[in-house]
């Protein structure tokens, strides 16, 4: 059914905040939720959940359910008792599990408190650790290992984290403090210091806890966890969170989870450590373990790139057993979830724990390499392959890549990581907002950063590339890099970024400043100064003929995908094409004929715009025809193009649509050349013929041209041009079909309302058809339909199909008529929009399935209620939108038709409807 159906399908199933359990234990080997549980215990909950069922060396601890997040809201920021009592109880549970009590001076539990929400969310809260610490308890931590070193290098962590997540104060005023004690003391990295230091910093934090928060730091343990766990319901709210979720369509209201888990501890000394790793290449999805780790540290020191992280194979080195157990650990992941794993592990003097496991987020790139390794390697089936590639990723197989020749002519200027694949070439600029205005200004950017941080999102999002000073392959810019697939290139550790002065320094030699051209090679690392002449992708030379697709690893894996997709798709995908190399493109992406081929786009050609005003310039039958009878051989070897690159596949041509004074100049521009010509004197044929063009043009003058003269209004005013366009149509099918090839022309009369208005043109289309036809001795078989894209359309569809053979929902007309929102002038209140929380997408990007798709599966029941062989399609911006797609494929369309580089996306969301839809069933 069309209208059970939800933009956002996560609300499907999701528990209520009424239900009473809300906390899940996890620990020796059993826990009370599992992977299927990622709505109520979020992604990380569900992910320990599952790997401590599956035995696997997991700290026990507790999950605060999302559930829990919606009451925080609902009760103002104070949660019910009964929640207060449950955790209480779930405190005791891990204490019992741990042998350790919380705020004991002799054998304190330490816990990490962790967001977690169903989806991976990097702007929100920063995880705590070592909560439970206080000055009692450190002592208790420090007899306990008989290590202080290690005991006041928690704390301080602790109050640094707590201070900063839950008191809210700046990062500074702790990194001023730590310096200050390490110039005083003469040590260069942290690990060197020593306890005596380390006591002193631990001081001095809770000195600017007092200054900052005017407050001491809380001692009580209860208190402390009460606090941090209302934090990560707050960060829910905060602005990163928000943009990211914006970004990402993922909707408000589903709130995160917290997770409360015993600590364990990788900065106890140099049989110890932390790590994150990938088990394969999440950049080129090649078949390797992949992976950083820092010995002697903790948490995030290795994303927070602030030591530069070792390669995971040096771990084989230096702790053999231990990486051979890790190996084997996240190979049974690998297995067990049927797809690359992105783990967290930690090692306490020489002991493994594994502390997050998820499925790794990639690039385009290796989605398509690791979706057919899999197959190949048995692991999963074809099917669960065309489910596994996110349809939007394929776009950045398509992106484009450097010139070989021109960037080979380049010196490198230095090296970074390569951490997400793609040419990105562009002018330097130093912060987010700078990224967004600079591009709001046309300009392409190259953000460069010291290191990014989830505030940069925006920046992020528009620039070309990312460049950063520091971090490794996992760092923030590289994560959040590889997920956009965006270029991206991070550690370049000769890079000299002043991101205040907005200045560049590359080693010694080279200074740039805001500004100048970067570009890089996010495949390879390698950055160069100057700008770089950028290619097609091998997928797109292939598309273009110019490789073979054989000789492309890339473009075989991509085909196969598509290939399986479309033996589970019922939906065709047919592309919006205007001119004959388009259409050569959307063949060879594997188009199912042309759902929309736009007339009027035939008339901006080569020397086309004059005869097109001279036709609209006639103010008489005749000279109008004469006009038309020099346009006519144009459009015909155009349709003649577009039949023959189609090879027998369906095209359907839309008549004249937009109102004539778009091919006018405008009037304001007419009015100062002939003010101009005037107070030269200049006169005579030249400014004659400028009045003439302005007379007409205040003729043709709409105040609401879209809701104007145009589209089948045209058609009726003037038939002449129906009649010619008819006539090109014909006059090319019967050509081409003489020469042995095969045309099947869609004649598609747009802006229909009512059928008299289909029936007035049908009659024009069906005797010029008949007229060629009987002319060149040939017969072709033609459809004649209309386009379904005002409201009225929808409502008489079953009068209408009377006339028409066939519908194609103009949906972004359909749109802006159903809502009343101008196309145009939607942008200035779109955001208000949002923010208000009235609407969470575009609806001009991703159908309104609520409200314009009532009229799309109204239209569709009463067209086919009238003539049950109606052929349906949909030709607006949503034919190329995953989700638009899904409803499209449940309503029971024929096709979708979208613009030709978004033919593969549309092939793989369609097999993906129709693989969920069976699910469901
Ligand atoms: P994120 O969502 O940002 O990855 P996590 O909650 O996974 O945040 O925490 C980040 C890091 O903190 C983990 O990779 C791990 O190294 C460390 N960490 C979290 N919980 C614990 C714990 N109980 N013991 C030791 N380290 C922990
Ligand atoms: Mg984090
Ligand atoms: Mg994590």
Redesign the pocket.
């Known amino acids: 059914m069309a209208n059970k159906r939800r933009t956002t399908p996560v609300r499907k199933g999701r528990p209520t905040s009424k239900s009473s359990k809300h906390l899940y234990f996890f620990g020796n080997g059993r826990a009370e939720g599992n992977r299927t549980m990622r709505d109520l215990l979020g992604g ?1 909950g569900a992910g320990l959940a599952e790997m401590t069922n599956a035995k696997l060396p997991v ?1 026990p ?1 507790f999950t605060i359910a999302t559930t829990v997040c919606t009451l925080y809201y609902e009760h103002k920021g104070k949660l019910p008792s009964a929640i207060e009592q449950e955790m209480r109880v779930h405190l005791k549970k891990l204490e019992a599990a741990t042998r350790a009590t919380f705020g004991s001076a002799t054998n304190p539990l330490l ?2 408190v ?3 929400a169903k989806f ?1 969310m ?1 702007g ?1 809260m ?2 705590i ?1 070592n909560l439970g610490l206080n000055d009692t308890t450190v002592e208790g931590l420090k007899k306990q290992t008989s290590n202080g070193r290690f005991a006041y290098d928690s704390y301080r962590r602790f109050i640094q984290m707590f201070g900063n997540v839950v008191l809210e104060i700046g990062k500074n005023a702790f990194e001023h403090e730590l310096e200050a004690v390490k110039r005083e003391r003469g040590v260069k990295q942290d690990p060197d210091l020593d306890e005596a230091a380390l006591r002193e910093v631990v001081t001095r934090y809770k000195r600017v806890v007092q200054t900052h928060a005017k407050r001491g730091f809380p001692q009580d343990p209860l208190e402390q966890l009460g606090l941090a766990r209302d934090a990560v319901f707050r960060s829910w709210q905060n602005p990163r969170a928000k943009e990211y979720r914006r970004i990402y369509d993922i909707p408000d209201h589903i709130g995160t989870a917290v ?1 409360v ?6 900065n106890t000394g140099d049989r110890s450590g ?1 790590g ?1 790793g990938f088990t394969r290449n999440p950049a080129t999805g090649a078949k390797e373990f992949y992976g950083e780790f820092l010995i002697n540290a ?3 020191d ?2 927070a790139g602030i030591r530069t992280p070792k390669p995971i194979a040096e771990l084989q080195t230096l702790m053999p057993a231990t990486y051979k157990q890790l190996r084997d650990i996240t190979t049974r992941l690998e297995r067990h979830y049927k797809d690359v794993q992105d783990f ?3 090692i306490q003097d020489g002991h493994l ?1 594994m ?2 496991t998820r499925n790794g987020k990639r690039t385009g790139y290796a989605a398509v390499v690791i979706a057919t390794d899999l197959v190949a390697e048995k692991l999963i089936s074809p099917k669960q392959a065309v489910l596994q590639v996110d349809p939007e990723a394929l776009t950045q197989l398509l992106a484009p890549i450097f010139d070989p020749k021109a960037w080979a002519a380049m010196p490198v200027a230095t090296k970074g990581l390569p951490a997400s694949p793609g040419a990105a070439s562009g002018q330097v600029v130093f912060t987010a907002d700078d990224a967004v205005e600079w591009t709001r200004q046309g300009k392409k950017v190259m953000l460069v950063r010291k290191e990014t941080v989830p505030d940069d999102i925006h920046g992020m999002f528009v620039a070309q590339g990312i460049l950063t000073a520091t971090g490794g392959m996992t760092s923030h810019a590289a994560v959040v890099g590889r997920q956009m697939g965006k270029p991206s290139v991070v550690g370049a550790g000769a890079l000299d970024v002043n991101e205040h002065g907005k200045t560049l320094q590359i080693g010694k030699g080279i200074s740039l400043k805001e500004g100048d051209w970067l570009s890089f090679d996010g495949l390879t690392g390698e950055v160069k100064v100057g700008q770089v002449a950028t290619k097609a992708s091998e997928i797109l030379q292939v598309a273009h003929g110019e490789l073979k697709g054989q000789k492309s690893d890339i473009f075989r894996r991509f085909n196969q995908l598509l290939t399986w997709a479309d033996s589970f798709r019922r939906l065709g995908v047919r592309a919006n094409a205007d001119q004959p190399d388009q259409a050569e493109i959307a063949y060879g992406f594997g188009a199912n004929g042309i759902g929309l081929c736009r007339t009027e786009h035939m008339f901006f050609g080569e020397g086309r715009i004059a005869i097109v005003q001279r036709m609209i310039l006639a103010d008489n039958e005749a000279d109008r025809r004469a006009a038309l009878n020099d346009l006519l051989p144009l459009q015909r070897s155009d349709f003649y193009g577009v039949f023959k690159a189609m090879r027998g596949l369906p095209v359907t041509i839309r008549t004249i649509d937009p109102p004539l004074h778009e091919f006018l100049p405008k009037r304001e521009e007419l009015m100062v050349d002939i003010a101009r010509m005037e107070a030269t004197g200049r006169n005579g044929h030249e400014l004659e013929e400028k009045r003439a063009l302005l007379k007409r043009v205040e003729q043709l003058h709409e105040f609401n041209p879209m809701l104007g003269h145009r589209g089948v209004r045209l058609g009726i005013t003037y038939p002449e041009i129906t009649e010619m366009q008819t006539r090109a149509i014909l006059e090319a099918a019967c050509q081409l079909t003489k020469e042995g090839g095969k045309a099947v022309p869609e004649i598609m009369i747009p802006l229909v309302g009512d059928v008299r208005e289909l029936r007035n043109q049908n009659a024009i289309v069906r005797r010029v058809a008949d007229e060629v036809m009987k002319d060149r001795g040939v017969k072709v078989k033609y459809l004649v339909g209309t386009m379904i894209e005002v409201p009225r359309g929808s409502i008489m569809a079953d009068e209408i199909a009377q006339e028409a053979e066939f519908f194609s929902f103009g949906t972004n007309d359909l749109t802006q008529l159903t809502y009343g929102f101008s196309r145009d002038d939607f942008g200035k209140f779109l955001n208000s929009y949002r923010e208000h929380k009235i609407l969470e997408r575009d609806p001009f990007v991703s159908l309104d399935i609520e409200g314009v798709g009532k009229l799309v599966d109204m239209g569709t029941r009463k067209g086919r209620a009238t003539r049950p062989d109606l052929k349906i399609g949909v030709c607006g911006e949503h034919g190329g939108d995953p989700p638009s797609i899904a409803f499209f494929d449940e309503v029971g369309l024929d096709y979708v038709s979208c613009g030709p580089f978004r033919i593969p996306v549309a092939r793989l969301a369609a097999a993906q409807a129709a693989l969920r839809e069976k699910e469901t069933d």
Do not use: I, Y
């Open positions: 990380k700290p601890g816990v990490s962790r967001s977690g991976s990097p929100m920063d995880t650790l997770n888990q015993a600590m364990v501890f990788g932390t994150v903790q948490g995030e290795v994303v967290e592990f930690t724990f502390l997050q």
